[in-house]
């Protein structure tokens, strides 16, 4: 990874989202259920919903990114985990902000995969290691991201303590 970063802003986290759905529309696809990868994915979801006049949410919590470029070994669902049975014979898209090594996107397309009468996926970015390749895809980079709701430390760290005021 070089030291070269894609930065989005807030404005253009708008526009991806808006393009992204388009893509979406412009495929004929249109998903019974919105299924959101969290965290980063909670906001690429709302925006894809809103766009694509689907009012079924859906979140699956996954920790698999530990720092920038750290992993755990493999991505974990956390619990509440979905019941798949929710899923049964709909239209599922995936949603995410992005596609790195692709393994959390794997591990919940395949979670859905035997239950759903679809699946597909939708992130604004992809890189091209990615193990998934992904149907919807604003933008393509191997640089690292700066995401605009991360780029900044949390306002107050878990236990309490205030980091700024």
């Given at each position: 990874?070089?030291?070269?970063?894609?930065?989005?802003?807030?404005?253009?986290?708008?526009?991806?989202?808006?393009?992204?759905?388009?893509?979406?529309?412009?495929?004929?696809?249109?998903?019974?259920?919105?299924?959101?990868?969290?965290?980063?994915?909670?906001?690429?979801?709302?925006?894809?919903?809103?766009?694509?006049?689907c009012k079924n949410i859906h979140l699956v919590?996954?920790?698999?990114?530990?720092?920038?470029?750290?992993?755990?070994?493999?991505?974990?669902?956390?619990?509440?985990?979905?019941?798949?049975?929710?899923?049964?014979?709909?239209?599922?898209?995936?949603?995410?902000?992005?596609?790195?090594?692709?393994?959390?996107?794997?591990?919940?397309?395949?979670?859905?995969?035997?239950?759903?009468?679809?699946?597909?996926?939708?992130?604004?970015?992809?890189?091209?290691?990615?193990?998934?390749?992904?149907?919807?895809?604003?933008?393509?980079?191997?640089?690292?991201?700066?995401?605009?709701?991360?780029?900044?430390?949390?306002?107050?760290?878990?236990?309490?303590?205030?980091?700024?005021?």
């Amino acid at each position: 990874m070089s030291g070269a970063r894609e930065n989005l802003t807030y404005e253009m986290f708008g526009v991806a989202v808006r393009e992204l759905a388009q893509a979406v529309a412009d495929d004929g696809f249109e998903p019974d259920i919105v299924l959101s990868i969290a965290r980063g994915g909670v906001f690429v979801a709302g925006g894809l919903a809103y766009a694509l006049d689907c009012k079924n949410i859906h979140l699956v919590n996954v920790e698999f990114y530990t720092g920038v470029g750290r992993t755990l070994e493999m991505p974990v669902m956390l619990a509440p985990v979905p019941d798949v049975v929710d899923f049964s014979d709909k239209k599922v898209l995936i949603a995410d902000d992005v596609a790195d090594t692709g393994r959390t996107l794997k591990l919940v397309h395949d979670f859905c995969l035997d239950a759903v009468a679809e699946v597909r996926s939708a992130v604004i970015y992809e890189k091209s290691h990615s193990l998934v390749t992904c149907e919807y895809v604003w933008k393509r980079t191997d640089e690292w991201i700066n995401f605009p709701w991360s780029v900044e430390a949390p306002v107050i760290r878990r236990g309490g303590q205030v980091l700024d005021a």
